[in-house]
C-alpha cells in the first residue's frame, strides 16, 4: 500500500470542517479527496465529463484539471489503436 504524505493549511481543513462536521480528520478528507479524485479520472477515461449543477440541473459547469484531460486523451488513443 503506498503511503501519501499530504500537507494542508489548517485554514483549509477548517473550512472544510465547518462544511462537513468538525468531527471529520484531514486523513478522512484526504482519503475522499483521493476517493473522488480516482472516480473522476476513470469517468474521463472512459469518454465521461465531469460536471457540477445547480439544484435544479440548469446551469452546468465542466470540471477540468490537465490529469483528467490526460486520462481522456490517454484512453482516447488506446481505443483509436
Known sequence: MADIRL???DDLVASLQEK???GI????????AVTL?????????RGNVIL????????MTRIAMNSL???AA????????
Open 7 to 9: 500537507q494542508m493549511s
Open 20 to 22: 462537513i462536521g468538525n
Open 25 to 32: 480528520k484531514a486523513t478522512d478528507i484526504a482519503r475522499d
Open 37 to 45: 479524485f480516482n472516480w473522476a479520472v476513470t469517468e474521463r477515461a
Open 52 to 59: 457540477s449543477s445547480d439544484p435544479e440541473g440548469e446551469k
Open 69 to 71: 484531460d490526460s486520462a
Open 74 to 81: 490517454k484512453s482516447a488513443k488506446i481505443t483509436q489503436a
